[in-house]
């Protein structure tokens, strides 16, 4: 199985607002709590250590962009 990055839901908003809601009322520790358990939850679901690894470099990667992004803005 490959990473799929494209949205496989039908109203993509409506996943990311399922997401930001169970968030809502958290401290910033339970938050990251809720965060480590559904991570966990999603890979068990996904069930392939390739596709997992694949995963994490990707949101790594994408991490590191958005970091470099933010200290050119900075410096302009």
Not at 37 to 54: K, M, P, S
């Amino acid at each position: 199985m490959a990473l799929s990055t494209s949205s496989n839901f039908a109203k993509p908003d409506d996943a990311f607002r399922a997401v930001v809601e169970a968030h809502r009322g958290l401290s910033d520790e339970r938050s990251a709590d809720l965060d480590a358990a559904l991570v966990l939850i999603l890979a068990n679901h996904i069930g392939d250590i390739a596709v997992l690894h694949e995963a994490i470099a990707l949101a790594r990667r994408r991490m590191l962009d958005a970091d470099q992004q933010q200290q050119q803005q900075q410096q302009q």
